[in-house]
């Protein structure tokens, strides 16, 4: 698959010129084209306008702004444009017709390598795909507004997506520093699936006399968490998305998702809602109960026809739609016999058009909580991948988090197969430290326990006898440099940062920070980093020794898994005490530390490795290690 350099968005509307914007951010030469001119400046006005008001309030520099707008083009000559393009993203009008010619027409002049994504929210990427020829080369992208702030995207992989296409734009999406979910190509695919039903469904309350807007609004945002409930959030954004949206949903799922009416009229008259009056908590449990029926039932029936992971769907939701929990974790909250009861009065209501989800039967009818991973491991041969799965906070690590930390590195020690790890994080930070929302109220008792807990993970990594990689892949704040720190080799992405800001926060390090820096990096440098809490980029990080290097974004996996692969051949119990033997010698003075190595290397010689592993050499053959 061809790097990817030059992107050509195709649309300068409100969705293609915040994508336009992003990809110009993160250092894409980036076109954006559009039929006529005046919509290519107008695209450009809707860059340039609230990012020169950035810089008027202080909180942009100018020469940011003149390096994203070096990296922009406009035309109107969509052939040309797509002629250079390594990446071409689809951001026109929502009409079937209207892409499939865009498509054809950058098919006949397109590189051979290009990948194409369409931004559709509610059309089908697969039938898209057939027109632009070549489907392997084709997936979705799907954007939330405003698109060059919103942190999510989702990656949509068609009927005939290849792997090394879905994941150049899961590579893109990522660059962008935005946090990418997987979904099928189904219709809303994840978040407009259960979003835009859940919309119609405050209307049907409105219709129905349960309360009025403002009733339903402020019942929403007391239950999710949210500043705009459902109709100042219809009125600010347009009823004729919302509607359309329904639309397309009802003609894909049936009755359940019709317009409600008095949707339809809103649309049909151009009215907006009446939001103003005097929310009426005596009526919040009965939006409440309807909503979160719609919410709960829709999002465990998308689970089980696999259009998207849970923990994905609860991203969508804090990331796209910004609330402050998401439906799973929220079920998880009000329990999931109370989450299924919610769900089977609409499907009671509705029938077959309500369909009750199978996975949320079980989990209700026994009051189980799911099991919502913040950790995921994935085992590759002998190489484990661990990554922290937390992007909407950065990775922060908070009591789940390092509880499930400790638990995939204890199933690491105990699995067999495993000779190394590899410790990395997903999107834009490895881990941006221990979590303040979670530490901010704290007694001390409290902190104590959480510091007793964050240190015990962090050993349990130290003095684990398989070798852990840690891959660094952006920000590696507080308790992130600590885990680093634990860590065996460290390697670093060219974007990686490194800091302990901690001082800054009015505490110090508490996760091992003033206790292993200044061993790996010496005393005076140690203090420096933890008395200013200055943030080093990975280029710094490599100078002082902290890490041992910096590789090119995307190379940093790869690059660790080689290291791991090279470490998985060699003899596991030869490892795993030389480990020992460095950690612990480092503990003590040198003639206890050549004792230990003494008594280590001379184990060595009872094991079959060490037979197996000189016999090879002597018979020039590759030594077949088996740990024993
Ligand atoms: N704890 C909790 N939440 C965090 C977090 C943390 N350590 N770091 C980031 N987040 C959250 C943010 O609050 C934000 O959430 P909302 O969207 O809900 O507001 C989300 O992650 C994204 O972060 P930003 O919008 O701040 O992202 P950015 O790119 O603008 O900035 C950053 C990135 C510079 C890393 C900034 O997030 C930051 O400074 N984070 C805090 C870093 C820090 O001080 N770490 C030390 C923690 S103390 C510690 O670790 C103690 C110890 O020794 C164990």
């Not at 991203?315 to 299924?340: E, I, Y």
């Not at 008594?599 to 016999?615: I, P």
Request: glycine share 8%; net charge neutral.
């Amino acid at each position: 698959m061809a790097k990817i350099e030059k992107v050509l968005v195709v649309g300068a509307g409100t969705m293609g010129s915040g994508i336009a914007q992003a990809a110009a951010t993160a250092g894409y030469k980036t076109t954006m084209v559009d039929m006529k001119q005046e919509f290519v400046d107008a695209g450009f006005g809707k860059i340039k306008t609230p990012l020169e008001k950035r810089i008027t309030e202080g909180k942009m520099r100018r020469e940011d702004l003149d390096r994203i707008l070096a990296n922009l083009k406009g035309t109107t000559d969509v052939e040309a444009a797509a002629r250079e393009a390594d990446l071409v993203i689809e951001a026109v009008f929502e009409e079937f017709k209207i892409k499939e010619d865009l498509f054809k027409r950058i098919a006949k002049v397109a590189k051979p390598t290009v990948v194409v994504a369409t931004n559709t929210s509610s059309l089908s990427v697969t039938q898209l795909a057939k027109s632009f020829g070549a489907p392997d080369r084709f997936g979705g992208l799907h954007f939330f507004n405003p698109a060059a702030v919103n942190k999510l995207v989702e990656v949509v992989k068609g009927h005939g997506t290849t792997p090394e296409t879905f994941s150049a734009l899961w590579d893109f999406a990522l660059r962008l520093g935005k946090v990418p979910i997987e979904t099928k190509d189904s219709f809303g695919f994840c978040v407009n699936r259960f979003f835009v039903p859940f919309l119609n469904e405050a209307c049907r309350l409105l219709e129905e006399k349960v309360a009025d807007a403002a009733t339903i609004d402020a019942a929403t945002n007391e239950v999710l968490g949210t500043t705009m409930g459902p109709f100042a959030l219809m009125n600010f954004t347009g009823i004729p998305i919302g509607y359309h949206a329904e639309e397309t949903l009802h003609q894909s799922f049936g009755a359940f998702y019709k317009p409600a009416d008095v949707l339809r009229e809103m649309f049909e008259k151009k009215q907006l809602f009446e939001i103003a009056g005097k929310p009426d908590p005596t009526k919040f449990e009965a939006v409440k109960a309807r909503l979160l029926g719609v919410l709960f039932g829709i999002t465990a029936q998308l689970v089980d026809e696999g259009v998207a992971s849970r923990e994905a769907t609860d991203k969508g939701a804090l990331l796209g739609l910004r609330w402050g929990h998401g439906p799973f974790a929220l079920m998880n909250q009000v329990g999931t016999a109370q989450a299924l009861r919610y769900a089977r009065a609409l499907h009671d209501k509705w029938g077959k058009a309500f369909p009750l989800s199978p996975s949320l039967q079980k989990a209700g009818e026994r009051n189980e909580a799911w099991n919502l991973r913040n950790v995921v491991v994935d085992v590759q041969g002998h190489v484990a991948v661990i990554t922290i799965d937390r992007p909407e906070a950065l990775n922060a690590l908070n009591p789940k988090v390092l509880t499930e930390l400790g638990e995939a590195f204890t199933a690491v020690a105990n699995n067999k197969e495993v000779r190394a790890a590899v410790l990395t994080g997903s999107g834009k930070a490895f881990v941006a430290g221990a979590d303040i929302k979670a530490m901010a109220n704290q007694t001390a008792m409290e902190s104590l326990a959480m510091t007793t807990l964050g240190q015990r993970v962090v050993r349990h990594i130290e003095l684990m006898v398989k070798p852990v990689i840690a891959a660094v892949n952006g920000f590696a704040f507080g308790g992130g440099c600590e885990l680093a720190l634990a860590c065996d080799v460290i390697l670093a992405a060219e974007t990686a940062q490194f800091a302990l800001p901690e001082v800054g926060l009015g505490i110090h390090p508490g996760f091992g920070g003033t206790q292993r820096l200044p061993r790996l990096i010496g005393p005076v440098r140690a203090k420096e980093l933890i008395f200013t809490g200055d943030r080093i980029t990975a280029q710094q990080a490599e100078k002082i020794g902290l890490v041992n290097k910096v590789v090119k974004d995307a190379e940093l996996l790869p690059e660790a898994l080689r290291i791991a692969h090279k470490i998985a051949e060699m003899a596991p119990l030869a490892i795993g005490l030389a480990k020992e033997s460095v950690n612990r010698g480092l503990e003590t003075d040198i003639d206890s530390g050549l004792a230990l190595e003494t008594n280590s290397v001379t184990l060595t010689f009872a094991t079959q490795d060490q037979k197996e592993g000189m016999r090879a050499f002597l018979e020039k053959r590759k030594a077949n290690f088996t740990g024993r």
